[in-house]
């Protein structure tokens, strides 16, 4: 008997779930995006203003953020004055050293133990239908590595992806999901 009643409990829940509701829609994305209202996004070309970094960082950047909306909305992205927009530049690409290794000979200096890789964007996002929403901010994300095995060339792509993929969450974050 137990188990018919946790069956009518899930079929009941699953039930609620396809009902119509209010006309912002919850994902599993996390998004509070009302599809009646938005249905579109464009992003202008990010630029490189950092004066380093990959020759198509840029390009890469651009095209992630493109395909990070599409995979977790159901926006459409259009070329030009989407419902929401996006636009901005590459602001900084650094590394700096983390902790220094003695090199074990007093004549040598010491060497660095971990280097990290930080990039930050600064995003102007638009949202034509609820100018409150609007706005102007820098998202940054590091990666350290050990540049006693690799050299920055040997992990250098790997890095800029893993930092893109968590500057667009919070991009994400900050823009549709509204936490």
């Not at 996390?30 to 630029?47: A, H, L």
């Not at 050293?97 to 040598?108: I, K």
């Not at 095995?149 to 993929?165: G, K, P, W």
């Amino acid at each position: 008997m137990r188990s018919i009643s946790k069956i009518a409990v899930a079929l009941s829940c699953l039930a609620l779930l396809a009902l119509p509701g209010c006309s912002v829609q919850y994902g599993f994305s996390g998004t509070t995006i009302n599809y009646d209202i938005v249905q579109t996004f464009s992003s202008e070309n990010f630029y490189n203003d950092s004066g380093g970094g990959p020759a198509n960082m840029e390009q890469r950047f651009t095209e992630a953020l493109k395909e990070f909306y599409q995979r977790n909305t159901r926006l459409e992205l259009v070329q030009n004055n989407g419902d929401l927009q996006f636009a901005g530049a590459i602001t900084r690409y650094s590394l700096t050293p983390q902790s220094a290794v003695s090199s074990g000979n007093p004549d040598l200096p010491d060497r660095a133990g971990q280097m990290r890789l930080t990039i930050a964007v600064e995003v102007d996002y638009i949202n034509t239908s609820n100018e409150e929403e609007n706005l102007t901010r820098t998202f940054s994300f590091f990666q350290d590595y050990d540049p006693r095995s690799v050299t920055l060339l040997d992990v250098e792509n790997q890095l800029v992806e893993e930092i893109f993929e968590n500057i667009l969450q919070d991009i994400f974050t900050a823009t549709v999901a509204n936490w």
